[in-house]
């Protein structure tokens, strides 16, 4: 999870590319840094970004904290750029953080800042439209739909 | 034909090539040194806009791309061919400089895992690009490490020369990330010397491979002048001379007799045994309508139910079914099928009133006939009483010759066995005494957190449990790690005991949305995973029908898994599956074999009663099998009407699997041959051919098969077209009572009219009433349209 201070409306929205084959990953990026590990900076998004990455591998967890993470790779290039966090830790989901479950390294990525509708400054967080929650998961109820 | 092999000792080298054709390729990669001096000019940028006209005055040349799989410089991501897209078909045609004899290629890779990396691939080569053949079928690890492949480069143990060679793409390590190929290297000789006699070796084999094909058109089409001259020309035999000798004797001679000799001997010499060995199932349902005792206003077998368990103890023929759920409720009855008897007993009621499990549905049981014992583990409780009642994984005994139950646990997870599941698998190890249960979902209580993104379901691993200690181990934990240990644990999975290799087969489930169409034994003994499919590679090892509602038997004697396909999750593919699908897999021969799949045909033809030959298609019910008799049994389950969905069923039904023996291959033979031999003496012979059909040809005949007594009727009421001698009419009248006898009562309305037809024509000829034909009545058929039998048309007016 990633947090610098508890607002995040002042903060600049990013247009993440793919810095080996400058695909466009995601138009709502936020430079933060690492909740448990603030020395690391990187780009955070809030929506899973469709069509331009896809998971690679298999979960794991690194010894900074129990949050469990699967990698994403761009799918333009097939190079990993990032990695989605499948099941937050309790520590870091009670400590202040941006909501984001989306990463990308910096050494992977190149952020862009967007100009809002003026066309002269910088889009900030604030004024990004909130998308609509998707739905809930319903998972659960397909697997039981069979069994009896 | 003498074939020059070549020096021996020819060294193999690096072959020189040329990047030729491709199918697409990605251009947007930036070499290390652009994207140094981009990363240097963007970070001071603020617009996208800018940023995006940098990208493209970056420019780079097509040689350099082309070069890329040339070179082999594992440390930068952008040196290799990738294509634009994983949509078929994706392919890299390499040119060598001269031909050359390719014995292998080796792929370089980027020094990391790479999810582009080729995971399935396939090469082929030749001298021009129209004619090129298969070289190779394999796939590359997702590791730093460059892997080397021998290509074919022999025919009949003659080397072979290419010119071309063509990588084809199949599958990389991501199946939605596009193909890369960093580097390609080729070894093999393209010494002139050498070369040049295999070139013109090669040239005389696809020259002979034409003639034979020329042969075999000239024979088809009767150009017998053309044939016997080229063949004496050039010297090529075409085929098997018992061939020859048959084609002769049938075709040339029409020597009927003679044919079915040489097929006879031919089959008792054993020429058709590999051909029968191959040959797929038939299968055969029945529905067991069991006995009623007098009823005492209780019900004499089981009712309706789906998620309910079934046992079968070969031993004594008895089918012992527990439990499941009704639409509304779950229940507790414990019943058992005699098969000898054919009658259901009621053991129990409610087995919670006997000590016994209380009502339950999705469980899973298990028996040990050696020691005559059932076992039953888990149940499933729905999210309404998830936190109400206990969550306490119970296991119980059940004792058939004292018919007493017996707790072993109370909560199994205590034990250090699995927690509460649903939708598992367990299975019996007699020999040993030990229980093996995997897979599953743990239930547990809807926790006040209701962040669904928090709670992924939770999969039961693989446990052990030692009947004899009465203790509990876990030998696998749920891993998505791709270790070759490691197993993914799944719910609606398959997981049969083979007692002669004492091996557990595990295949397809479910997890959350993923079907998974891997498959993998488990040696209890020594502990280790063997790996079959793992569900990727589109070969002869990879599971059917993964997304349905499987069911699966295994018979360690014929080293045979029997699938039935069940019903479609994807509620839109229902439309479709009218019918089961039966499939079955080889163990020795890691190949799958479909039995019957679903029949369009039966979509088409609604009159045909399905009902009557196979249960409808469903899920949540059970198959168990009995490997001594080869019989499989099926009860109930949920049919999945959407208007009904409280509806589940209580039919019964048996499965037999047929394979054709030499004896009804032999007949079938005959059976073609007769046939024909009718059809040519009907042109010249009526009366005659009349006679034939009803001695010679209808011994043939298979009575239970359906098409083939249709057959030989339509033939017989043609035949009767013409004005026939009294005496005849008894024959008639014999073969009517005959076949109407043993038909399906479908079919006799094609005899009826066959016949009526002959009478009617018999009548008219000796001059009684037309009307004859009418009184036979017209009760067969079986769609309830009348049959309209008209003299004057030449052949049977069937109306269906």
């Known amino acids: ?148 | 034909m003498a074939a020059a092999a070549g020096p021996a000792g020819a060294e193999s080298r690096v072959l020189g090539y040329s990047l030729h054709r491709w199918s697409s390729f990605s251009s947007t990669y930036l070499p290390e040194e652009q994207n140094q001096k981009l990363l240097l000019f963007t970070e001071r940028s603020t617009s996208y806009l800018t940023f995006l006209v940098v990208c493209f005055c970056t420019c780079f040349s097509l040689n350099f791309l082309l070069r890329n799989i040339l070179v082999d410089r594992p440390n930068d991501q952008s040196s290799r061919w990738s294509s634009e897209s994983n949509y078929p078909p994706q392919y890299l045609i390499l040119k060598l400089e001269r031909p050359a004899i390719v014995q292998s290629i080796t792929f370089g890779k980027y020094e990391k895992t790479h999810v582009c990396n080729l995971k399935k691939f396939k090469v082929f080569g030749g001298m021009n690009e129209e004619n090129m053949t298969d070289l190779l079928s394999s796939g590359l690890k997702n590791d730093y490490n460059k892997e080397t492949f021998t290509l074919k480069h022999k025919i009949d143990e003659q080397m072979f020369p290419c010119r071309f060679i063509k990588i084809v793409p199949l599958l990389s390590w991501g199946p939605s990330f596009n193909f890369s190929i960093w580097y390609v290297e080729l070894n093999g000789i393209d010494d002139p010397d050498v070369v040049q006699p295999c070139l013109n070796w090669y040239s005389k084999y696809r020259e002979q491979e034409a003639i034979r094909l020329c042969l075999k058109h000239f024979r088809q089409h009767n150009y017998t002048e053309a044939f016997e001259s080229l063949q004496k020309k050039t010297r090529i035999a075409l085929e098997h001379p018992m061939l020859t000798d048959l084609h002769d004797k049938l075709v040339l001679k029409g020597d009927f007799d003679a044919c079915e000799e040489l097929i006879e001997k031919a089959v008792n010499d054993g020429l058709f045994n590999q051909y029968i060995s191959q040959q797929e199932y038939k299968p055969r349902w029945g529905q067991i309508i069991p006995k009623s005792t007098k009823g005492d206003g209780e019900d004499s077998r089981p009712g309706m139910r789906g998620g309910h368990q079934m046992v079968i103890d070969v031993q004594t023929e008895t089918v012992y079914l527990f439990g499941g759920w009704d639409g509304t409720q779950d229940l507790a009855d414990f019943w058992a099928y005699s098969v000898k008897e054919n009658q259901w007993t009621c053991i129990s009621r409610d087995t919670e009133k006997e000590s016994g499990p209380s009502a339950r549905s999705c469980h899973k049981m298990c028996i040990d006939i050696q020691r005559r014992q059932i076992y039953t583990l888990g149940r499933y409780l729905d999210s309404s009483v998830r936190n109400s009642k206990s969550l306490k994984s119970d296991f119980y005994r059940y004792d058939i010759d004292t018919n007493t139950w017996m707790l072993l646990s109370e909560d199994t997870a205590a034990d250090g066995g699995p927690k509460l599941v649903f939708d598992h698998q367990m299975c019996m190890d007699s020999e040993k005494h030990m229980i093996y249960t995997f897979g599953g979902r743990i239930l547990t209580c809807n926790g006040s957190v209701d962040d669904s993104r928090a709670s992924e379901p939770q999969f039961s691993g693989l446990f052990a449990f030692d009947c004899q200690c009465q203790t509990w181990k876990l030998l696998r934990e749920d891993s998505c790690n791709a270790g070759p240990e490691d197993i993914q644990s799944r719910i609606g999975h398959c997981m049969l005991f083979h007692s002669k290799n004492r091996c557990l087969y595990v295949f397809g489930g479910q997890r959350s949305k993923t079907y998974l169409n891997d498959f993998f034994s488990y040696d209890v003994d020594s502990d280790h995973v063997d790996i079959i499919s793992d569900g990727t590679k589109k070969d002869s090892g990879m599971v059917p029908m993964t997304g349905f509602t499987q069911r699966a038997t295994i018979d360690p004697e014929l080293n045979e898994i029997h699938v039935l396909s069940g019903l479609s999750k994807d509620k839109e593919k229902r439309e479709e599956n009218v019918r089961n699908s039966f499939w079955i897999y080889d163990i020795v021969r890691n190949s799958w074999s479909c039995v019957y799949k679903n029949d369009q045909a039966a979509k088409e033809n609604p009159g045909k009663s399905l009902q009557e030959e196979e249960p409808c298609p469903r899920f949540a019910h059970q198959l168990v099998y009995d490997e001594l008799h080869k019989v499989h049994y099926l009860f109930g389950g949920n049919p999945g009407k959407s208007c009904s969905p409280k509806m589940r069923l209580d039919d019964f039904w048996s499965l037999k699997l047929c394979r054709p023996s030499k004896e009804y291959l032999l007949r079938h033979c005959k059976y073609l041959i007769r046939k024909h031999r009718f059809e040519e003496k009907a042109q010249t012979d009526p009366l005659s051919a009349l006679k034939y059909l009803q001695n010679d040809l209808y011994v043939t005949v298979d009575h239970s098969d359906p098409e083939e007594t249709k057959e030989v009727l339509l033939h017989e009421g043609v035949q009767r077209n013409d004005p026939a001698v009294p005496q005849l009419t008894i024959e008639v009248h014999l073969l009517l009572l005959h076949f109407r006898g043993g038909l399906h009562h479908l079919q006799r309305g094609v005899v009826v009219v066959a016949v009526l037809h002959g009478l009617h024509l018999l009548a008219k000829s000796s001059g009684t009433a037309a009307g004859t034909g009418a009184n036979l009545g017209a009760p067969g058929c079986g769609n309830g349209q009348s049959l309209q039998v008209d003299a004057t048309l030449k052949s049977p007016n069937i109306a269906s």
């Not at chain 1, 862009?112 to 400054?121: A, C, T």
Request: charged share 20%; with cysteine; hydrophobic share 35%.
């Open chain 1, 1 to 148: 999870m990633s947090s610098s201070g508890c607002t995040f409306a002042e903060r600049r929205v990013s247009v993440l590319c793919c810095r080996f084959c400058r695909q466009v990953l995601s138009w709502r990026g936020m430079q933060a840094v690492l909740l448990a590990d603030t020395d690391t900076d990187l780009y955070s998004t809030d929506i899973p970004p469709s069509g331009t990455v896809d998971f690679i591998g298999s979960c794991y967890f690194t010894e900074i904290c129990r949050c469990k993470l699967k990698n994403i790779a761009c799918l333009k290039c097939g190079n990993v750029v990032g990695y989605h966090v499948i099941c937050p830790c309790k520590p870091c989901l009670l400590s202040c953080n941006n909501g984001h479950l989306w990463m990308f390294h910096s050494q992977a990525v190149l952020g862009i800042n967007r100009l809002d509708p003026s066309g002269v400054n910088v889009l900030l967080w604030g004024n990004l439209p909130d998308l609509e929650e998707s739905t809930e998961d319903t998972s659960c109820t397909s697997e039981e739909e069979y069994i009896r």
